[in-house]
């Protein structure tokens, strides 16, 4: 697509419940990211995918957190029993290319996010 | 692991002020350098980015950054803010090279108001 879509925009849930946050990235883009964005704390990364190589996820931040990205493309977030804490916006984004290639590299194309309340 | 420290959380100016926003980071290798927007309502954009050469790049709407390597800063400058320019103001830093290359890890962001 044209640009980075996320769904769903906005998520209500209960305390203890799962969701699952999708992101769609920019056709082509090889490398796909997580980050979380609550306020006053900036953007927080949470999990990165670089084609077929392992996922860095350094920064997810307990074990209730786990991505997957299926085909190199469509990537699921998935909270398990979610907390109050866990309430924050969660911004996808995606590059053409990582590494030390200095053409296009590490350029994010981030999309709009999937705000999650934890009731 | 890189950090990124940005030392302003909200900065309020008048039109035409000039402006500076810090940014220092924490890494002893190479590194790519940026700063993103996100204007009120929409997606966090990309403002400028220093990979190599000249120290001192230039971004959209008037806006540069200057590399001191020395210093392991990158702060942002622009010589006249427009009240247009209100947003919030985020670095980042990924490491050239190494296993973590990918990882771009942003500072917690500056709140720029403008006054009209």
């Known amino acids: 697509g044209a640009g980075v879509s996320q769904s769903p925009s906005n998520k209500v849930t209960e305390k203890g419940k799962d969701v699952e946050l999708r992101c769609d990235p920019i056709?082509?883009?090889?490398?796909l990211y997580w980050y979380r964005q609550s306020l006053g704390q900036g953007l927080e990364f949470l999990i990165y995918?670089?084609?077929?190589?392992?996922?860095?996820k350094s920064g997810l931040p307990s074990d209730r957190f786990s991505a997957e990205r299926t085909g190199g493309s469509v990537s699921t977030l998935t909270i398990q029993r979610t907390q109050q804490e866990d309430s924050a916006v969660y911004l996808c984004?995606?590059?053409?290319?990582?590494?030390?290639?200095?053409?296009?590299?590490?350029?994010?194309?981030f999309g709009a996010g999937s705000r999650l309340t934890v009731l | 692991a890189q950090s990124v420290s940005q030392h302003n959380h909200h900065v309020i100016l008048s039109e035409a002020a000039s402006l500076e926003l810090g940014c220092n980071y924490s890494y002893g290798g190479t590194v790519n350098l940026f700063w993103y927007v996100q204007y009120p309502g929409q997606h966090l954009q990309l403002l400028l980015k220093?990979?190599?050469?000249?120290?001192l790049v230039k971004g959209i709407k008037g806006f540069e950054a200057e590399f001191i390597k020395s210093k392991f800063s990158f702060n942002l400058r622009k010589p006249s803010v427009q009240w247009s320019d209100t947003a919030e103001y985020f670095c980042?830093?990924?490491?050239?090279?190494?296993?973590?290359?990918?990882?771009?890890?942003f500072g917690k962001g500056t709140k720029l108001s403008v006054k009209p």
């Open positions: 980042a830093v990924n490491a050239r090279y190494g296993g973590s290359q990918g990882n771009l890890i």
């Open positions: 056709s082509g883009h090889t490398a």
């Open positions: 984004a995606s590059s053409f290319r990582t590494g030390n290639s200095l053409s296009g590299a590490n350029v994010l194309t």
């Open positions: 995918f670089q084609g077929n190589s392992a996922p860095d």
């Open positions: 220093y990979f190599s050469g000249d120290p």
